[in-house]
């Protein structure tokens, strides 16, 4: 299964994506995590998007897009995969889109997560991660509107929407029955 996962910063994504890939056995691939792992690596590519991850920017694409295209091809992923924070604008997805065509591949379902914006910035504040300080807090929110929400219209054919509220349990729950109907 091929699924990516969109929700707005705080919403709990990283969390569900290991549940849910888990159960599903496929592997959970993060943009968000393997930058940090290039930034604690200092490799080059770490150099170039630590700034970004600080500020909350997105990373440019010819950066991000170079990475994803060398995760995906790895062979756990061959066979299905859950991104988590890719793609995150619509080019993005026209290129997601591209490298699984040239496999005959294709997506089978995006599942977006919500939540309200209070229960969002509060579970952020909480979590502490180094770039949660409120201004880059209230900048991701703002990126997550202005360039990522355009793609649940971009994915409206194959989107699958579940409320992430209540228990973490709750919620892989409720994901799970929306994904029974595509199988
Ligand atoms: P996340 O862990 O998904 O919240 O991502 C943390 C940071 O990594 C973001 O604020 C961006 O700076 C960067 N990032 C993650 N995924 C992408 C992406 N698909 N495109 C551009 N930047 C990204």
Known sequence: MRLVLIGPP???????????GKRLGIPHISTGDLFRDHVTRRTPLGREAG??????ELVPDHITV?????RLAEPDALRGFMLDGFPRTVPQA????GVLERT???LDAVVEFTAPEEILV????????PDDTEDVIRHRQQVYRHETAPLLDHYAGILLTVEATGPV???????????ERIE
């Open 104 to 106: 005959g591949a294709r």
């Open 94 to 97: 026209r290129d997601l889109t």
């Open 10 to 20: 705080g919403v709990g994504k990283g969390t569900q994506a290991v549940i849910l």
């Open 51 to 56: 700034h970004y991850l600080d500020t909350g």
């Open 66 to 70: 170079g990475m994803v295209h060398e």
């Open 169 to 179: 349990d709750d919620i892989a729950a409720r994901a799970l029955k929306e994904l």
């Open 122 to 129: 509060d579970r952020l504040l909480k979590r502490g991660r």
